[in-house]
């Protein structure tokens, strides 16, 4: 069966410092999609990147960036510069070719960033 | 273009009770997905639609429902609420139904069973 695991419960960091959030996942399909959110204290989870199975190019985009290896199962994310904006649970998820769009989510990592 | 809306936000219910909530998609979406986020569990998927179909259902008890109309809004129903059911209940929609569509969610129904 499919699973995400986010091994950070909560990471707490200071304004301006780069911090990186784990993500390993599990599935038996060779086909996949992967995904992050965000969920700000509002609630609502902000679509933040998918990746597909079969691209593994690491991407950046302002001060994010994600790295997705294969080999050992992850899709890690990376905030440069952080910012107390930035504050927030980061969900991580997957989606696999037979789930139709289902989302399977792992815990979330709480971020804090303080002034 | 106007996101997932849902309705109510916020919702306090007895034991026992049966409650709906309704989620509308974001326009031109014609597939909904409804899930549970609790502190304990996280995020769990309950049930998607697609035109009108149940095409995935997460492992929730039959007291969890829900149904979509010709206009794509949905509604999820839970009968009989126990106190494990206060949670976050979230919507989501997407394009299709095929997995590579990222899903847009709604700001959640806050519901307390008391």
């Known amino acids: 069966a499919q699973k995400v695991t986010q091994a950070q419960t909560e990471i707490s960091v200071v304004e301006k410092e780069d911090v990186t959030l784990d993500c390993v996942y599990e599935?038996?399909?060779?086909?996949?999609?992967l995904f992050w959110y965000k969920q700000p204290p509002s609630g609502e989870l902000v679509f933040l990147i998918r990746?597909?199975?079969?691209?593994?190019q690491n991407e950046i985009s302002g001060r994010y960036s994600w790295n997705f290896q294969k080999s050992t199962s992850s899709f890690n994310f990376t905030i440069t510069a952080s910012q107390v904006v930035d504050s927030a649970v980061y969900f991580c998820?997957?989606?696999?070719?037979?789930?139709?769009?289902?989302?399977?989510f792992g815990k979330g990592t709480m971020l804090l960033v303080s002034p | 273009k106007a996101g997932v809306t849902q309705t109510p936000r916020y919702l306090i219910k007895t034991r026992g009770q049966q409650v709906t909530l309704s989620c509308s998609p974001i326009?031109?979406?014609?597939?909904v997905s409804w899930y549970q986020q609790t502190p304990g569990q996280g995020l769990q998927f309950l049930f998607e639609?697609?035109?009108?179909?149940?095409?995935n259902k997460g492992n929730f008890p039959g007291r969890f429902s829900g149904r979509q109309f010709s206009n794509s809004r949905s509604e999820m129903n839970v009968s009989t609420l126990e106190l494990g059911d206060s949670a976050l209940y979230l919507c989501a929609s997407s394009f299709g139904t095929e997995h590579s569509y990222e899903q847009y969610f709604g700001p959640g129904t806050r519901l307390t069973v008391t």
């Open positions: 990746r597909n199975s079969f691209d593994e």
């Open positions: 639609y697609f035109s009108e179909t149940q095409r």
């Open positions: 599935t038996r399909d060779t086909t996949y999609y």
């Open positions: 326009s031109g979406h014609r597939s």
């Open positions: 998820a997957l989606s696999e070719a037979r789930g139709y769009s289902t989302l399977t």
